[in-house]
């Protein structure tokens, strides 16, 4: 609940009282609460309210500019249509907070955490500072991309599993009802713990803030392989319809219990060089038998036959290459030759 004191004091006294409040009760040992507490249009101009308690807060239209919001939780809290320009965010938590239509420039954001942020067209989003004070400034115009750039310049780890992801991600697609799930479940366990690869199940369940499309082929792209449970297709049609003819450097290894027959759709996508023939599997002892034989195996040979292809078309570049330069030199000798009479 709010300090019915502290809302009294910023609200009938102003930010000068507010601000000498804070200094008298050393703003360190002072956790002020104005949470749910309605300050639209406020003028907050330069207030101290670093580590204030704001959430569920009603701030829209209010102005923070040049506040001091460090540390401060905006959780949930209502930031549509405020002005926040040239304020210090340095670790503040934006969680689930709705920043439409609010201005952002200039604000200092080292250690924000930013999860679930509503933003919209009029959200003005200008040289977010990412650096702590007393280094060179790096800037980015965008929050939720800010976190991720600061990581990058860094953390050399994350730049390590940025690296190396792509050549251990598994992407396992399926039905996740409750006879399918176990299946998926056990090549999961395979892939991790006998070959250390990173699995990743995607079980068909839209997110409100991004489609079908947007999500699988994010997977996608991530992923060394994918693997394709083709038994009981429901989404799978959908999902592979997304990837195959879109990423041909994704190569799909679809399985199938053998009792069945694959989709319609999919002897379409048997065109493709991306997707290799389907193994059928008697039931989950066969197929967990033959995981290495019938799903690593291929995709490696594929791999394989992958690079040897980039490999021959570097060859012919090369020469190709070689070949207009040797041309070129010919022509240029010609130039120089005196004309015979």
């Not at 340095?90 to 250690?111: E, F, K, M, N, W």
């Amino acid at each position: 609940m709010p300090d019915e004191l502290q809302v009294s004091i910023l609200r009938n006294q102003g930010v000068n009282a507010w601000n000498d409040w804070r200094k008298q009760i050393q703003t360190g040992n002072v956790t002020p609460d104005l949470s749910e507490v309605d300050l639209r249009t406020a003028d907050l101009r330069d207030a101290d309210l670093s580590r204030t308690n704001f959430r569920r807060a009603n701030l829209s239209g209010a102005d923070l500019s040049g506040a001091n919001l460090h540390r401060a939780n905006f959780s949930l809290a209502n930031l549509s249509g405020a002005n926040l320009s040239g304020a210090d965010l340095s670790g503040a938590q934006l969680i689930r907070t709705d920043l439409r239509g609010a201005t952002l420039c200039g604000v200092a954001i080292y250690g924000v955490s930013v999860w679930d942020v509503q933003t919209d067209g009029n959200t003005k989003q200008d040289s977010l500072i990412i650096t702590p004070e007393h280094q060179p400034k790096v800037t980015v115009d965008d929050l939720e991309v800010a976190q991720f750039v600061y990581l990058l310049l860094e953390n050399r780890k994350i730049r390590e599993i940025i690296q190396t992801i792509t050549s251990k991600a598994v992407l396992i697609l399926g039905r996740f009802t409750k006879e399918r799930k176990p299946v998926l479940d056990a090549i999961r366990s395979i892939l991790r713990n006998t070959y250390g690869l990173v699995p990743i199940l995607f079980d068909f369940e839209p997110s409100p803030k991004r489609d079908l499309t947007e999500t699988i082929q994010l997977l996608a792209n991530l992923c060394r392989f994918i693997v394709a449970d083709l038994t009981d297709a429901k989404s799978i049609p959908q999902e592979l319809s997304h990837i195959i003819p879109l990423m041909p450097s994704v190569p799909v290894q679809p399985i199938i219990l053998a009792t069945q027959n694959e989709y319609a759709m999919f002897e379409h996508w048997r065109k493709f060089e991306s997707v290799l023939p389907e193994f059928p599997y008697r039931d989950e002892q066969h197929l967990l038998d033959n995981l290495d034989a019938c799903v690593i195996k291929p995709v490696e040979r594929w791999e394989e036959e992958i690079k040897k292809a980039e490999a021959r078309e570097r060859q012919l570049r090369e020469a190709i290459k070689r070949l207009e330069e040797e041309n070129r030199r010919l022509k240029a000798l010609q130039k120089t030759r005196p004309e015979t009479v």
